[in-house]
């Protein structure tokens, strides 16, 4: 087949692919087209393309990166990127080799997860206060810690998915598979009262004359829901009002406190795994780390042999 006319088009036809027939997310998408717009700037302005650049063009490339200063996880990201680009393009018949293919990556960083406390938490609940607004705020909260949803999987969910005051919730994740996830009494409350003030304001639209909305958090962005940036934002208002630290708080921490909470608690990895959507235990082994960095504060914080003569 014949390779694309210029890099544009490589990348256009790339995306198109991963969403066609790998049913790459929206975000997946976004995140190979920055990484790969990047690369194909840094590779015109040494008047290369995709068709021409050499593994020693994408190590420089990657060296260029770090002297930037941008974060290891990040370079490798953008590696990778670059691999699933080349694979793409070898499978096609658009180059005879992978230029990335060999190239050793940086890794990724193994800082464990920021998470919150239980206290944090509900200091976070408490800050939402009264009002309508409030009560969106509480039900998003609340949705997000008994459940240990991603916000992009929140933000989307049908308002069909929360009728009839369910026990658990239908979730549709990454790669487009599902799974069940089971609300706290807390989080049905927080939904119940939430259904009463988004049905009311419904009502009202479409007395206007306007369509009504599909979704449980609704709002007149492009999606017709409210966006990640919109909840990130709010998450940190919230943090402000609650005295926590807005640094620590975003919507995927208190996915960490989630899994950390439960851990702690006794539940088993597996059941984790399985209820925060992850592929591979690998991934969630990551918060047994997390509950012993935590013990190992505790005793040197309080034991008596571990404090300094």
Partial sequence: MTAPRDDHAWISLFLEAQAAELDASENTRLAYGRDLKAAAEYLGRQGKTFAEATQADIEAYLVRCDAEGLARATRARRLS????????????????????????????????????????????????????????????????????????????????????????????GKGDKERLVPLSPAARTALTEWLKIRDGDEADRRAQGDAPSRYLFPSTSKAGHLTRHRVFGLLKDLAVAAGVSPAKVTPHTLRHAFATHLLEGGADLRVIQTLLGHADIVTTEIYTHVVDERLRELVLRHHPLAKPA
């Fill in 81 to 172: 990127s670059l691999r699933q680009l080349y694979r793409f393009a070898f499978e096609e018949g658009w180059r005879g080799d992978n230029p990335a293919i060999r190239i050793t990556g940086p890794g990724k960083s193994k800082a464990l997860p920021k998470t919150l406390t239980v206290e944090e938490v509900s200091a976070l609940i408490a800050a939402a206060g009264a009002g309508p607004e409030a009560v969106r705020n509480t039900c998003l909260l609340e949705v997000l810690y008994a459940t240990g949803m991603r916000v992009s999987e929140l933000v989307s969910l049908p308002v069909s998915a929360a009728r009839g005051d369910p026990q658990v919730l239908l979730i549709r």
